[in-house]
């Protein structure tokens, strides 16, 4: 994931210092990971909802992105959803998923109230194990502006990579969920933040000072980063890194940045 072909994109402003090429760079791609994989896993756990006519809001259905071999398990007599990617599957749009996504929920899916709670059995999404318990909690819907709010959070986080580093996390977002409007699909803008130790066993804080935002049109053509929003992390004994997703454009290009000193790089599909 974090090979080192794309450094040659572009060259660093005033200092091309290997610390902030390397280090920086990897900070950024593990950050922006988390983030997808947490969006990848409400939009999976969604479609099962959707699946079993239990989403209850047809104008917001998701475009689904599932191999034909997942199998969902329903077993609403213990408010139970087990959707499970057996020995690793691809979905249309080139996710490789393996093992199980276990999912229990109070209620359906847009009701405000309703809260719903993840956990994982072996379970990998493009090479990378997921662990964790992840809560998603309906907080209601505006009426004026049109959109949901969550509050989401992941307690006993841990991504581990191939090579076997890993990086331990908690979390906590507030998100939107904006209804379709006109041509525009549905948009996600997630703030909030999240802290633990990154690969190197440095603790860090994640912060979010503008919106994230996720586009249904960019998430559609393969790109699950966000378009728009800027992310700030603290790292023990580093420099604070800025990372500026852009202005809604559908790409992978990112803009970081410690002080005065910036880079632009393109971050890996995974």
């Known amino acids: 994931m974090i090979g080192l072909a794309f450094f040659a994109t572009s060259c660093l402003n005033g200092d091309d210092s290997p610390v902030f090429q390397l280090d920086e760079t990897s900070e950024t791609i593990q950050e922006t990971d988390l983030t997808r994989t947490l969006e990848d896993i409400d939009e999976v756990v969604l479609i099962g909802f959707q699946r079993n006519g239990f989403s209850d809001r047809t104008s917001l259905t998701l475009e689904e992105d599932l ?5 969902i398990a329903w077993i609403p007599a213990q408010k139970k959803m087990i959707l499970d990617f057996g020995e690793g599957c691809t979905s249309p749009r080139g996710v490789i998923r393996s093992g199980k996504i276990i999912v229990t929920y109070t209620g359906r899916y847009w009701v405000p109230g309703t809260v719903i709670t ?15 318990v992840r809560e998603v909690k309906n907080n209601g819907f505006n009426e004026g502006d049109k959109f949901f709010t969550f509050t989401t959070s992941v307690k006993d986080g841990k991504i581990s990579w191939p090579n076997g580093k890993s990086r331990t996390y908690e979390a906590r977002h507030n998100k939107k969920v904006l209804l379709p409007n006109g041509d525009r699909g549905i948009i996600y803008a997630v703030t909030g933040g999240s802290k ?18 996720f586009s249904e049109r960019c998430i559609k053509s393969g790109i699950k980063i966000p378009s728009k929003g800027l992310l700030k992390i603290t790292i023990e004994e580093r420099n604070k890194i800025l990372i500026d997703f852009g202005n809604e454009g559908c790409d992978r290009e990112v803009i970081i940045s410690i002080g005065d000193r910036s880079k632009t790089i393109i971050l890996p599909r995974s």
């Open 67 to 71: 191999c034909d071999r997942t199998n």
């Open 118 to 132: 993840t956990t994982f059995e072996n379970y990998y999404v493009d090479g990378k194990k997921i662990e964790g």
């Open 196 to 213: 633990g130790q990154n690969r190197n066993e440095k603790s860090y804080v994640a912060v979010i000072v503008e919106a994230l935002i």
